[in-house]
């Protein structure tokens, strides 16, 4: 069974600018979740579809992120503007039924 | 409020030594538990999980946990650790039952194995 794909793996910007990651969950996966995780520090839920739903966005920044997943399959987190604080590692996971999440290998962002 | 606490952020044993990584956690309810795994680069595996039954629980590649609830942790252990262990493990805490599980990390617990 292939597991949660994430493209690109290392992205490297400028401040101000935006971009976009892409994840494609494991099939079958109703659930999506999207992590950052910042060194040092355990991931931290931003955003979780379920189907092509938002469940929980509390703690998405909206006034920079976004985030859409409109076939209910693969999804996609933008940033736009870009700030120096935004530099981690960003994670996709899903899961089926909502309880055990596999992630996928992440997308480290560095943001100059 | 919710948390997950990790006491130990750098541990470093002899190859062959046993493991212990401490966890503890706040939750208003019985929670589901976890621990994953992270090599550099690599994103997260899960080891093992708690959802109900039998407090000790075994995992993959030789790793158990005990959830206690008197102390509230999960603990993670492994009689005899391998070179190839080195990497970061995280302890996290979700909900029980529901269809949604929002989990809430703890912070990690870097492991580094000497010869």
């Given amino acids: 069974e292939a597991g949660v794909a994430q493209s690109p793996r290392y ?6 600018q935006s971009v976009a990651f892409w994840c494609n969950p494991i099939s079958g996966h109703a659930t999506l979740y999207w992590y950052q995780q910042i060194l040092g520090q355990g991931p931290k839920l931003l955003i979780q579809f379920q189907n ?13 992120f976004s985030a859409e997943r409109l076939k209910g399959v693969d999804s996609t987190l933008k940033i ?13 996971a899903s899961s089926f039924g909502g309880d055990t999440q596999y992630f996928g290998p992440g997308t480290r962002l560095t943001v100059l | 409020a919710q948390s997950v606490t990790q006491p130990d952020i750098h541990i470093t044993v002899s190859e062959g030594a046993s493991l212990e990584l401490r966890c503890n956690y706040s939750y208003g309810a019985t929670p589901y538990l976890f621990w994953y795994v992270q090599s550099p680069g690599q994103g997260l595996q899960l080891l093992l999980k708690y959802f109900s039954g039998d407090t000790l629980v075994q ?4 790793f158990e946990a005990e959830f206690k609830r008197s102390q509230s942790s999960f603990n993670l252990r492994k009689p005899s650790v391998h070179w190839s262990d080195a990497a970061e493990y ?9 269809g949604y599980n929002k989990l809430i990390f703890g912070a990690g617990t870097r492991l580094a194995v000497h010869p």
Avoid: M, T, W
């Fill in chain 1, 52 to 64: 092509n739903g938002v469940v929980d966005d509390s703690q998405l920044p909206k006034d920079r």
């Fill in chain 2, 59 to 62: 995992g993959i590649k030789g």
């Fill in chain 1, 11 to 16: 992205k490297i910007i400028e401040k101000r």
């Fill in chain 1, 80 to 92: 736009q503007p870009a700030k120096l604080e935004d530099s981690a590692v960003y994670l996709c």
């Fill in chain 2, 90 to 98: 995280f302890c996290a805490v979700g909900p029980l039952g529901g």
